[in-house]
C-alpha cells in the first residue's frame, strides 16, 4: 500500500527557514515523479513544486522560487523541501503528491505538515 | 501564475445531477489535456477524482465523468449523493518558459 508521510512543520519566525520531509514507502519511489502542494488555512490548494524521478529536473510555482528548493534521496525513499525567507503567507500545511504515469495524474498524498510563520 | 476560475459553490438534491467548470487559457487548459479533478472533505487530503480530463482513476465510480471544450474543463457528477458534499478542485498543466501546475479556486459543493 501507498504511503507518504510528511514532517518537519512547525513555528518559524518571519525570516527562518525549515525543511520537510516526506518518507515514501509501499512502491518503488525511483520510479515517480513527486510534487510539493500546500493549503493555507481556510484556503485552495496551491501546486509549489516538481521533481523529476532522478532528481536532476525541478521546477517551481513563480510565488517560491528562489526561497524554496526540492530534492529527493532515493536510497533513503524521501523527498525534501527546504523552506528559506519565510513569510507569513507561508502559512499552510504542506503536501506532498506523487505523479503517476499521466501529467496531472496526483493519485497518492500524504496527510501534510503545517508550516506556521509568526513572529 | 493565477488561479483557474471554478465558481464559488454549486448545490443540488440527491439524486440530481451538476456541473462545476474550470476555466483557463489558451495557455493552459486550451492547450493540453492534463486536467485533473480532485475532491476534498475537511481535514483530509485531496483525492483524485478524474485526471487527463475524462479518465477516472480505480475506485472513483462512473457518476463522475468529465469533458473539456476550448479553455474550460467541466466535471458532472450524476446522481448526486451525500458523500459527495466537499471541495472540489481542478488543475491544469500551464506550458512556457516555466511550465507548472495550476488550480482553480475552490468550489463547494452542498448536497440539499
Known amino acids: 500500500e501507498v504511503h507518504l508521510v510528511e514532517s518537519g512543520g512547525g513555528l518559524v519566525q518571519p525570516g527562518g527557514s525549515l525543511r520537510l520531509s516526506c518518507v515514501a514507502s509501499?512502491?518503488?519511489?525511483?520510479?515517480?515523479?513527486m510534487h510539493w502542494v500546500r493549503q493555507a488555512p481556510g484556503k485552495g490548494l496551491q501546486w509549489l513544486s516538481f521533481?523529476?524521478?532522478?532528481?536532476?529536473?525541478?521546477n517551481y510555482a513563480d510565488s517560491v522560487r528562489g526561497r524554496f528548493t526540492t530534492s529527493r534521496d532515493n536510497a533513503k525513499n524521501a523527498l525534501y523541501l527546504q523552506l528559506n525567507s519565510l513569510r507569513a503567507e507561508d502559512t499552510a500545511v504542506y503536501h506532498c503528491?506523487?505523479?503517476?504515469?499521466?501529467?496531472?495524474?496526483?493519485?497518492?498524498w500524504g496527510l501534510g505538515t503545517l508550516v506556521t510563520v509568526s513572529s | 501564475q493565477s488561479a483557474l476560475t471554478q465558481p464559488v459553490s454549486v448545490s443540488g438534491s440527491p439524486g440530481q445531477s451538476i456541473t462545476i467548470s474550470c476555466t483557463g487559457t489558451s495557455s493552459d487548459v486550451g492547450a493540453y489535456n492534463y486536467v485533473s479533478w480532485y475532491q476534498q472533505h475537511p481535514g483530509k487530503a485531496p483525492k483524485l477524482i478524474l485526471y487527463e480530463v475524462s479518465s477516472r482513476p480505480s475506485g472513483v465510480p462512473d457518476r463522475f465523468s468529465g469533458s473539456k471544450s476550448g479553455n474550460t474543463a467541466s466535471l458532472t457528477i450524476s446522481g448526486l449523493q451525500a458523500e459527495d458534499e466537499g471541495d472540489y478542485y481542478c488543475m491544469s498543466f500551464r506550458g512556457g518558459s516555466t511550465p507548472h501546475w495550476l488550480f482553480g479556486a475552490v468550489t463547494k459543493l452542498t448536497v440539499l
Open positions: 503528491a506523487r505523479e503517476d504515469t499521466v501529467p496531472g495524474d496526483f493519485e497518492f
Open positions: 509501499g512502491f518503488t519511489f525511483s520510479s515517480y515523479k
Open positions: 521533481i523529476s524521478e532522478s532528481g536532476t529536473a525541478t
